[in-house]
């Protein structure tokens, strides 16, 4: 049986730890990245319930070398990764465009865009050795000029251009990388922006997990396509 190697970022909570579990039925080894231990260590003993190595990786995705360093590792023990899911990311608050903190701002774009470019320059090759490498960043598609998102929509819609680049220019390797953005999940960030809504209306991250588990299959031979759910 081929040995499938998955990482997935923001494992420690939501549509990332939901994601992890999920991949963890057809992944031989994966690797969750998150700043809260002891909710990695929850989503660490589900996923080994589901006969999956993990290795928990507690570290900051805005460090310059954290990625790089987590990469040198993967190589020397497996010289390839088959499926990276990024999933972290932050959204304090909605505001208007005059309200918003400088210091806020610049720290949304080292989570939310940033961390995703070192993230795809620090497995880059490792993606390329395996024969069905596959990359996918949650991201979110507003409409233009969207009300009170103007910290986040410039910066996922950047991220976005960035990621299609990327399969663009990866067309002729074993590499699909695509987004997917889902419209209203039921997680803490959602109920942070948007409290006392209706979750009814809001999908559950099992759902978006198992889309991303579709995506992110071998089968799934589409790349650089903005996928909403």
Same mark, same amino acid.
């Given at each position: 049986?081929?040995?499938? %190697?998955?990482?997935? /970022? ?17 992944? @031989? ?7 809260? +231990? ?5 989503? &660490? ?9 993990? /290795? %928990?990786?507690?570290?900051?995705? &805005? ?10 590792? #993967? ?14 990311? %932050? ?28 993230? %795809?320059?620090?497995?880059? $090759?490792?993606?390329?050795? @395996? ?5 996918? +960043? #949650? ?8 009300? $009170?998102?103007?910290? $986040? ?6 991220? &976005?251009?960035?990621? #299609?680049? $990327? ?44 889309? +991303? ?17």
């Amino acid at each position: 049986m081929e040995k499938v %190697i998955s990482l997935v /970022t923001g494992a420690s909570s939501g549509i990332g730890a939901e994601t992890a579990i999920q991949l963890s039925k057809i992944s @031989s080894h994966i690797y969750i990245i998150g700043r809260n +231990i002891s909710n990695l260590e929850i989503v &660490n003993d589900k996923i080994i319930n589901n006969n999956c190595e993990c /290795t %928990i990786v507690p570290l900051d995705i &805005n460090e310059d070398q954290a990625f790089n360093n987590l990469a040198k590792t #993967i190589a020397e023990k497996d010289n390839k990764i088959d499926i990276i899911v990024s999933c972290a990311g %932050i959204i304090d608050h909605l505001s208007p465009i005059e309200s918003i903190n400088e210091d806020q701002f610049k720290n949304i774009v080292e989570t939310n865009f940033l961390s995703n470019f070192k993230l %795809i320059k620090s497995f880059h $090759y490792l993606l390329k050795n @395996s024969e069905n490498g596959r990359l996918l +960043i #949650i991201s979110a598609n507003q409409s233009k000029g969207y009300q $009170y998102w103007g910290i $986040y929509n410039p910066i996922m819609k950047a991220l &976005n251009e960035l990621l #299609i680049t $990327y399969a663009n220019e990866n067309k002729k390797t074993n590499i699909k990388a695509n987004i997917l953005c889902p419209k209203a999940v039921d997680t803490s960030f959602r109920n942070k922006i948007m409290p006392g809504e209706n979750k009814d209306n809001l999908l559950t991250t099992t759902i978006v997990a198992k889309k +991303i588990v579709e995506i992110t299959s071998k089968d799934f031979d589409r790349t650089g396509e903005v996928i909403e759910i």
